[in-house]
């Protein structure tokens, strides 16, 4: 054998080695008998190297912590909580603590608590009254909802009396991140009829709750008002001001919160007509400080780009009517990302078009704010971790290609890129879609994909530049696992929790990048 040869084995050797280091590590949690399908979770956190998952089995409240192998370590019965069930939980975790927010509802009034635990699960505080309200019937409806801000500084609890249909009352009580209320606040909100609705509630760094209202005429097919909504947290009513976007249509709003830049970035794709064909996409850049636009941009999709993204049913000028926005990153020089996603249903009747999947609840999280007494966010099949299995039979669930658009700190566009994809699930839409898990130097994106009869999860990671690889197959990818990556949280700035299912038993794997 030559000396040459000899090097160029080692070296090869060296490669994989390598290469074997820097692929992901998966680790299994054991099959539980008592967490099942129908079994509602939430992935709580990391604490002192340890991870914590929150369960809810027909009533039976527990807290499962895992040791660094992913190996059950202690589970902590709720004994707290009340006879009845609980209505909704909420968690923020910390580095070394976490709270617990429940509601729950007793003789017609519904209490918001919260409870303290530390990095080995023991309560470092009894339940805390945070708030009541007094609904005057049995409901077992959510009435309060918690943000908090990125950094976990500032958290809030708002609820909406909407029992007069056109004027609303917020009640928000802002907290620092050792449960102190800094503020409590009851303001009205004029509604000009029922075809108001609301996007997602945002709250940034500084406690200003964020969220956009508007209004869809002809029932939910397109919005022709907008508005941006903020609640300064030294004001003790919202600043209200309208969004123009001249005679474009447009639908599905998403908000992003820029804490670097004190900007919030909104984004929704627009028409020429009414139930026509997505055209492009308008945002615009809104400076905080002001409370006015910085900036508005609009991109046309071109051919170009409308060749790469559809998929193989849909011609040129129907290629994205099926994108929904699903992630907006912001980047610390004012730029962005955004992540949008191909969805749809199909039935034995044909295909499920765009403006009925907004009339279902599906291509958007929020639904109409009417509703009696108490108003609460609803969100529909795809994005509601809270009833994942309770969809058709008959239903099959699409989700297929992935476009990323990158823009600068002035909404141009710096560069796009296409994840081509298919996935559908005839059961539910639990399997489908994908993760983002965001390490740093890359931003990875985790899903499955269908390889010779069995569900195998996927990882392409998208660099600075645009570029994406798709990198080897998971090691320790078991056999009979079923991920359900788009219910996966980042625990770490290199792990990641995503549930699976073992012969119909939920699971939980670790994924070390």
Request: proline share 3%; with cysteine.
């Amino acid at each position: 054998m030559s000396r040459k040869f000899c090097w160029l084995t080692f070296a090869l050797l060296c490669c994989l080695g390598t290469a074997l280091a820097q692929s992901p590590r998966i680790f299994y949690t054991e099959p539980d008998k008592d967490d099942s399908r129908r079994t509602s979770f939430e992935i709580i956190g990391k604490l002192n190297n340890r991870f914590f998952i929150y369960k809810a089995n027909r009533g039976e409240d527990a807290i499962s912590i895992y040791d660094a192998e992913m190996k059950l370590k202690e589970k902590i019965e709720l004994e707290f909580t009340p006879d009845q069930q609980m209505i909704n939980t909420d968690f923020v975790a910390y580095a070394n603590f976490f709270y617990m927010f429940y509601q729950y509802e007793k003789r017609n009034v519904v209490y918001c608590m919260a409870v303290k635990y530390d990095a080995n699960g023991k309560k470092l505080t009894e339940p805390v009254e945070l708030d009541t309200t007094h609904i005057g019937f049995a409901n077992n409806n959510k009435i309060y909802t918690m943000v908090n801000s990125d950094d976990k500084q500032r958290i809030m609890l708002f609820k909406i009396n909407s029992r007069k249909q056109d004027n609303f009352i917020f009640t928000t009580l802002l907290f620092d991140n050792q449960l102190m209320l800094l503020r409590k606040d009851r303001m009205a909100m004029a509604m000009e009829e029922r075809n108001d609705f609301f996007s997602d509630f945002l709250l940034t760094n500084e406690g200003d709750l964020v969220f956009s209202k508007f209004i869809k005429s002809g029932g939910t097919d397109f919005i022709n008002k907008a508005f941006m909504v903020i609640k300064y947290p030294d004001k003790p009513q919202f600043t209200i001001t309208g969004i123009g976007f001249g005679e474009r249509i447009i639908d599905d709003i998403k908000i992003k919160i820029d804490n670097n830049n004190k900007r919030v970035l909104f984004n929704a794709f627009y028409y020429k007509q009414r139930r026509g064909n997505i055209e492009g996409l308008y945002s615009v850049i809104w400076d905080k400080t002001s409370n006015a636009p910085y900036k508005e941009a609009v991109l046309k999709f071109s051919d170009d780009l409308r060749m790469n993204a559809r998929h193989s049913d849909a011609s040129l000028r129907m290629a994205f009517d099926d994108y929904y926005i699903k992630n907006i990153i912001a980047r610390k020089d004012g730029g962005f990302l955004l992540i949008s996603e191909i969805e749809y249903v199909s039935t034995r009747g044909g295909n499920i078009n765009r403006w009925d999947m907004m009339n279902y609840g599906w291509g958007s999280p929020w639904v109409n704010p009417y509703n009696s007494w108490y108003w609460s966010p609803t969100y529909g099949p795809y994005g509601n971790p809270w009833n994942r299995w309770n969809s058709s039979p008959i239903n099959r669930h699409h989700a297929e290609n992935m476009m990323i658009l990158s823009f600068d700190k002035e909404g141009t566009l710096e560069w796009n890129n296409i994840i081509a994809k298919s996935q559908y699930d005839d059961e539910t839409d639990n399997m489908v879609s994908f993760a983002v898990m965001n390490t740093g130097d890359a931003i990875h994106f985790l899903f499955n994909l269908l390889e010779r009869r069995n569900l195998m999860l996927n990882d392409h990671s998208l660099g600075g530049d645009g570029k994406v690889t798709r990198n080897p197959t998971l090691k320790n990818l078991d056999k009979g696992y079923e991920f359900m990556p788009r219910y996966g949280k980042q625990v770490a700035a290199r792990q990641m929790i995503v549930p699976c299912v073992y012969r119909n038993y939920l699971c939980f794997a670790r994924i070390d990048f």
